[in-house]
């Protein structure tokens, strides 16, 4: 299923203006620099989330340990994603 302007902005909507939001006719051209591939890490947290069925953000939860931090959805076992150190 393909990332859509309407699955970001309803995504991330608590953290981001929709002007900055806003997807031009032709889609979105994403440039990448540096070592973290920042665009690919949002998609593939939008996609769990869609895959999860769009929960609010009362869903989520974040655990930090010694070796790791990463969020989680509906509980710390559940899907996840790691978070740069």
């Known amino acids: 299923m393909p990332v859509t302007a309407a699955a ?24 990448q620099h540096g070592p973290l591939r920042l665009w690919d890490a949002v998609e593939d947290a939008i996609l769990t989330w869609q895959a999860a069925g769009s929960p609010h ?3 989520f939860g974040l655990t930090v340990t010694g070796d790791r931090q990463y969020v989680w959805l509906g509980e710390p076992d559940g899907p996840s994603w790691d978070l740069p150190a």
């Open 57 to 59: 953000q009362s869903a």
């Open 8 to 31: 970001v902005n309803e995504c991330l909507r608590p953290v981001l203006s929709q002007q900055a939001l806003h997807a031009p006719a032709g889609g979105w051209t994403v440039h």
